[in-house]
């Protein structure tokens, strides 16, 4: 579940409109006009898929609504195949916990959260996750260029020829796989030295 601290009347609107906007329910219906108990409360997701209740304990909760209301919030750019899964996510899983831990065990979310990072630049794009979580209309879909690499012809002769692509996982593969620009930095300097950039999709 996720939780929202509303504070006010403008705070219950903002948030109401957002998760009906994503298709959460109350009961079945349409989200009441009004909080069922006054202000503070706290909107909840629930354990039910597109569902919301609203909580009596104002001290427990995951976002204060008044910090997604804060403009001039910083976007966060997603490629297509990271909005999809994003999307996916979303409609399997009613908590962000349950994402990150039993969601994303592959795929594009994983290369950009896990792969190649240590674990400060992992926390920072695990926060970048959770902001997006909570605010999915910071999201904002770029296809950024991805590059092949190809070994250098002078290595030729002293490594596999056949398995010459520069793979994220294998190190080679006998065939092209496209790597982001942050891929490519996170590449061991001395391999970076015997592969040239060869295509772009």
């Not at 490629?79 to 994003?86: D, G, H």
């Not at 999201?139 to 092949?148: H, L, W, Y």
């Not at 300097?189 to 950039?197: A, P, Y």
Request: negative net charge; charged residues 30%; hydrophobic residues 35%.
């Amino acid at each position: 579940m996720t939780r929202y601290l509303v504070q006010n009347k403008e705070e219950y609107d903002y948030i109401a409109k957002r998760l009906d906007k994503q298709g959460y329910k109350w009961q079945g219906y349409s989200l009441l006009p009004n909080p069922l108990n006054g202000f503070p409360t706290v909107i909840d997701t629930g354990v039910f898929k597109k569902r919301v209740i609203y909580d009596l304990d104002p001290s427990d909760y995951d976002f204060k609504v008044s910090d997604l209301m804060k403009p001039n919030k910083d976007v966060i750019y997603m490629t297509p195949a990271e909005k999809a899964e994003f999307d996916e996510l979303k409609n399997n899983y009613v908590t962000l916990l349950g994402a990150l831990h039993e969601g994303i065990w592959s795929g594009a979310l994983y290369t950009r959260i896990c792969r190649n990072k240590d674990y400060q630049e992992s926390n920072q794009a695990q926060l970048e996750f959770a902001r997006a979580w909570a605010d999915p209309d910071l999201i904002v879909v770029k296809d950024e260029p991805r590059f092949a690499y190809k070994l250098k012809p002078k290595f030729n002769c002293v490594l596999d020829v056949v398995n010459k692509y520069l793979s994220i996982d294998e190190i080679r593969v006998s065939k092209p796989e496209f790597h982001t620009a942050e891929e490519w930095q996170a590449i061991d300097n001395e391999l970076k030295q015997i592969f040239d950039r060869v295509a772009e999709k």
